[in-house]
């Protein structure tokens, strides 16, 4: 069983996650062979070392390895290769570490959730600042499709709607559904026509906010949201 973090810890990792979205990449040190520890809290568990913040980085970088090198991780690469690796290999990711007893020592799952909830915010921009977002369509209008969360939290039917801000995923996701074709929708329609329409029925709204992390489903409300804030 995963140690429950306390409140210190709490603050550590989501500053972490803060940092890591807004520079899109963390650190950690040169030379690999140092950049894990054993857990504090769980024995036989290894934790790998990651780092916002350049200065802490460097500092701890060369009390552990009398060398202050590091090597910058991009943020999709974390979160797409390394996260998956140490989950599978049962490890554990340290967060701005400092060597103290309230290390964070976050599941990689968890991890990988909290950094694509983080980067929802940059991706609404991104969608405003375009004008426009992307639907797959059939011959009755958007396709809906089954929800990938048992229980869907942020439905009330088990089917969501896929929104894409690049026509190029949405045409990848038109073949991998049978989709008929693509809608390019105005923002300003998005906001007072398509989203107020999966609100209706029920449908969360799938969002990729880190591209080849998988979707993350959200409500339409909290999409409008962001939208609206961005």
Do not use: C
């Not at 943020?75 to 599978?88: C, E, Y």
């Not at 490890?91 to 976050?106: H, N, Y």
């Not at 059939?138 to 990938?148: F, I, L, R």
């Amino acid at each position: 069983m995963l140690h429950m973090p306390r409140i210190p810890e709490l603050a550590q990792r989501d500053r972490f996650v803060r940092r890591a979205v807004s520079q899109v990449r963390v650190l950690t040190l040169a030379d690999e062979e140092f950049a894990s520890v054993p857990s504090q809290k769980l024995p036989g568990r290894t934790v790998q070392l990651f780092w916002s913040s350049e200065i802490e980085a460097k500092r701890w970088a060369k009390a552990l390895t009398g060398d202050d090198g590091l090597q910058a991780i991009p943020l999709q690469t974390f979160v797409v290769d390394i996260l998956p690796g140490i989950g599978a290999a049962k490890g554990l990711a340290g967060t701005d570490w400092v060597s103290d007893p309230i290390e964070a020592e976050i599941d990689p799952t968890d991890l990988i959730l909290r950094l694509k909830t983080e980067s929802l915010t940059e991706l609404a921009r991104g969608m405003v600042a375009k004008g426009e977002v992307y639907l797959v369509a059939g011959e009755d209008g958007p396709m809906v499709q089954a929800s990938t969360q048992k229980p869907n939290r942020h439905a009330s039917t088990a089917e969501v709607l896929a929104v894409f801000s690049s026509r190029a995923d949405a045409e990848r996701h038109m073949k991998r559904t049978g989709g008929k074709n693509i809608i390019a929708d105005p923002i300003a329609d998005f906001l007072a026509s398509t989203l107020p329409w999966a609100q209706q029925r029920g449908h969360g709204i799938s969002l990729e906010p880190i591209p080849g992390a998988g979707p993350l489903e959200v409500p339409a409300s909290d999409v409008a949201a962001r939208l609206t804030a961005s």
